[in-house]
């Protein structure tokens, strides 16, 4: 699911990546017959891989997003692109560097580099079969492309190749560096990659300590007991999840003991600190009605109003 076009010229370098990516919630056997489908190049158009969805009788939610970056500039002077590659142990990343004269491929599992390739200059196509030949027959027009063409083909170039199959997306990001190869491109390539490498490590620890945020945030949610109690109905005050919701029927809560609200994994309150909620009908409500979770609902105690809120409520961690 994927085009990214790499060039690393004499005259400077270039990389631009398409955004598409399939999102699915469906049986795997179902999805990798899908894709399967869908490397096969069978499918062209939004029609038919509706189609192919109806036929394979996929009832889970599954779709094209067009909201992923492929491609990223490292620094002034290196670009990079990346592809997922499948293999035996499952599924890889790709990335290739360029800069002018000089181009990498490193292969990663995880954020552990299992190899890298270096070579000179080169204009390198990566995606699936059906796409890699589709950018062919375009290139075919345009002889031994420049920086120059390269960059002044490009809205053509993803305007045919989408066209053609429905694995590659119209929009596009693209990177550029100036300048001309000279014997440091390689070092240049190597103290990038380094660079880049880190930086993936970094996302990863930061990513797998949100994941673990929200395991924990989802093991302590408060399934029933008391919230807190109501200590102003009506005011102008915000909250997370009630922020449309108009004056009147927001309520300010404070937090009972052994509670906590949460957002996106971090305690934004605790016991006896107040948060802003919100009631469908705040004429019901009044200062020191009690806020619950009874049955997995959240509610006014005895008054049967539901009250909402885009914090997580949370038992207090000791």
């Known amino acids: 699911m994927t085009l990214v ?37 069978d499918v062209r158009t939004r029609e038919e891989f509706e189609e192919l969805v109806e036929e394979l009788g996929i009832d889970g939610y599954v779709d094209f997003h067009d909201d992923r ?15 997922g590659v499948r293999s035996a142990r499952g599924v890889r990343r790709r990335r290739v560097y360029v800069t002018p004269g000089a181009h990498a491929f490193v292969e990663l599992e995880g954020d552990e580099v299992k190899s ?5 200059p080169v204009l390198i196509v990566e995606g699936p079969k ?33 066209s053609e199959t429905i694995l590659v ?23 990038a990659i380094k660079e880049d490498i880190e930086e993936l490590r970094r996302y ?28 102003e109905v009506g005011t102008e005050e915000e909250g997370k999840g009630v922020e449309e919701e108009p004056p009147e029927r927001r309520i300010v809560v404070r937090l009972a003991e052994g509670v906590e609200a949460r957002y996106w ?5 605790g016991p006896g600190d107040t948060v802003v909620m919100a009631v469908e009908d705040p004429d019901k409500v ?12 959240m509610k006014i105690a005895e008054k049967d109003v539901p009250v909402t809120t885009g914090y997580s409520i949370c038992r207090k961690r000791d």
């Open 116 to 120: 890298k390739k270096f070579g000179g």
């Open 169 to 191: 997306s119209r929009k596009y990001d693209v990177y550029e560096v100036d300048g001309r190869a000279d014997p440091l491109s390689r070092a240049r390539l190597q103290s």
């Open 130 to 162: 059906v796409v890699k030949e589709l950018v062919s027959e375009f290139l075919e027009d345009l002889g031994r492309p420049d920086l120059e063409t390269l960059r002044d083909s490009l809205d053509d170039l993803f305007e045919h190749v989408a």
């Open 204 to 231: 990863r620890r930061k990513l797998a300590e949100e994941m673990l945020k929200h395991v924990r945030e989802a093991y302590d949610l408060l399934e029933e007991g008391e919230v807190g109690e109501v200590v």
């Open 69 to 83: 970056k492929k491609v990223w500039k490292v620094n002034d002077e290196v670009l990079a692109g990346e592809v």
């Open 286 to 297: 009044e200062p020191g009605d009690r806020v619950i979770v009874e049955d997995g609902e």
């Open 5 to 41: 076009l790499a060039y690393a010229g004499t005259d400077g370098a270039l990389i631009a990546g398409d955004r598409r990516t399939l999102v699915a919630r469906a049986e795997e056997e179902k999805m990798e017959e899908l894709e399967r489908r869908l490397y096969s190049g």
């Open 265 to 269: 994994g971090d305690v934004v309150a």
